[in-house]
């Protein structure tokens, strides 16, 4: 049983950093937006995938592409991608709030499997 909750609280904190690691992606892309109208000419690095970028320039700053998920984009004006953004970051927000509340029932598990054994030497 004490296996069962300690596997699934690791599973649980991976997931959880990955959470946290679009929450960073995603609060990094609000604020470049934020700033989006200064950009114009500025270098840049578009990101090639597997860990390679490719120096470019910026030359228009009232529209993004948008992965929308796999290998899918679609093209969004500067105001409606500010918009899914901060739609993006509630939703992730809300789901690392449940991961967090799910981490703090495992843990709850975990000690109280750990005082049973402790003292009682089982876990019934």
Do not use: C, P, W
Request: no cysteine; aromatic share 8%; proline share 0%.
């Amino acid at each position: 049983m004490m296996q069962v909750y300690q596997n699934q609280y690791g599973l649980l904190n991976n997931s959880v950093n990955m959470v946290l690691e679009d929450l960073r992606e995603l609060n990094n892309a609000q604020k470049t937006m934020e700033n989006g109208e200064n950009v114009r000419g500025k270098l840049s690095f578009a990101d090639l995938g597997a860990g390679f970028y490719m120096k470019s320039r910026i030359e228009e700053e009232n529209s993004v592409i948008a992965g929308v998920g796999g290998t899918y984009f679609i093209e969004k004006d500067l105001e409606s991608a500010k918009q899914y953004v901060a739609k993006q970051i509630a939703k992730k927000t809300e789901e690392l709030n449940k991961m967090l509340k799910n981490k703090k029932e495992i843990e709850a598990a975990l000690t109280e499997l750990s005082y049973r054994i402790e003292h009682f030497g089982h876990t019934h």
